[in-house]
Each structure stands twice: as C-alpha cells, then as structure tokens.
C-alpha cells in the first residue's frame, strides 16, 4: 500500500539553525508533492509543491525541497529558521484523486 | 473572501448518537475531502468528492457517511459516534485536475463520550 514516512517527530532548534525535514514515500508512479504547515490553532496552508521540471522547488517564507526520484524523497529545507515557523509541517504526495499525508514533524523553535 | 468553513468548530456528543459535521465552500471547487487528523497519523481521508451527487470512500470511510447534493457543500455525518471517532475533522477542496493543491478549512474538534 501506498504510504508517506517523515521521520522526525518533533524537532526541537534555536533561531537561526538550519531545518531539514525528511519525507519518503512509497508507490513508483507518477506523483505529485506537497509540504503543508499548521501553525497553532490554524488550518493546513500550502508551504510548497512539486508537479515536474526542476526538482528543487521554492515556497513561501524561504522554504525549499528538493525531490530525489531514486530515493523516492521529497525533503523540506530552510537555511534558517524563526521564532516564527514553530509549526506542524505535513508532507504529502498525491496521485490521481488520491493524497496521502505523513504523520507531520511538530518544529519547535527558540528563541 | 469567505473560503472554506466548517461547524461546527468544536462538538461534543455521545457514543451512539448521530452527528453532522458541515463544511462550505464559496470557490465553486468540483472536488472537496473529508479527512481526520490524529495524533501519530497525519491526516486521513475518509471521502471525497469529484461533483456534485459523485462520492467515494478514501482510506478511512467505516462509520461515515456523506453526501453532496450542491457543489458548495459536504457534510459528514456519523452515524452512530463511537469514540474512535474522537479526532479533529478537515475539509478541503480543490479545482479539477489532479494537479491542484488542496485547500483546507479550519477544522472541527469532535469529542465523543
């Protein structure tokens, strides 16, 4: 079956680090990728996504990812991160009419 | 710029007992999901929506129906809450094409006793 694996849970880093969250999937088709973020007490907005062309794709607020076909990864990267991006990060990959999301890496930031 | 809505935002009720949860869109979006967010799973979809009066089950549709008789709407009603079903419920929608993102509303808490 068709499944989505970030594997950070929660990570914790102080301002100004830089982020990498993982993100793999597993079906060999076509697919098409998503970051979404939840920030407290808010519904999920799009961060980036990746349809086809250059696999290194930019979003909002200096987020980037880079899609690696052959390691079936979507990984989400920041150089450097704010008070302000503590947040629920989801990857998602969809196919069809079908989406399936990650169980989400809670970042927490400090300041 | 209304979106997406759902209510309520927060409920409470008791296993056994039906519940309705509502959601409305003011895109005119063809598609629309339903999906339930909980701790360790991310989200999952339980049904969605090509169109008006065309539905399909998603991943997790057991103990839920939906219907959508008008393409601005998609309620998803329990039949008879189980407290399994305690979780926070999104709806989203998108344009056709599956290349769309999707957009979300901002969640009903569901607590069942």
């Known amino acids: 079956a068709q499944s989505v694996s970030q594997h950070n849970h929660h990570v914790i880093l102080s301002e100004a680090a830089s982020l990498e969250l993982g993100c793999n999937y597993s079906?060999?088709?076509?697919?098409?990728l998503f970051w979404y973020v939840q920030y407290p007490g808010q519904h999920l907005q799009l961060l980036l996504k990746y349809f086809s062309g250059d696999p290194l794709v930019k979003g909002i607020k200096g987020f980037e990812a880079e899609f690696i076909k052959s390691k079936f990864s979507f990984n989400l990267r920041k150089p450097s991160v704010q008070w302000s991006d503590t947040a629920e990060y989801f990857c998602?990959?969809?196919?069809?009419?079908?989406?399936?999301f990650g169980a989400g890496t809670r970042l927490t930031v400090k300041p | 710029d209304a979106g997406i809505t759902q209510s309520p935002r927060y409920k409470i009720t008791e296993t056994g007992r039906q519940v309705t949860l509502m959601c409305h869109q003011t895109w005119s979006h063809s598609y629309m999901f339903w999906y339930r967010q909980d701790l360790g799973h991310g989200l999952r979809l339980i049904y969605y929506s090509a169109a008006a009066d065309i539905t399909d089950k998603g991943e997790v549709p057991d103990g839920y129906v939906v219907s959508r008789s008008k393409t601005e709407n998609f309620p998803l009603t329990l039949e008879s809450a189980t407290r399994s079903q305690t979780s926070v419920y999104f709806c989203?929608?998108?344009?056709?094409?599956?290349?769309?993102?999707?957009?979300f509303g901002p969640g009903t808490r569901l607590t069942v006793l």
């Open positions: 989203a929608s998108r344009t056709a094409g599956p290349y769309n993102e999707q957009f």
């Open positions: 998602a990959v969809g196919w069809g009419n079908d989406m399936r």
């Open positions: 079906y060999g088709g076509t697919v098409n």
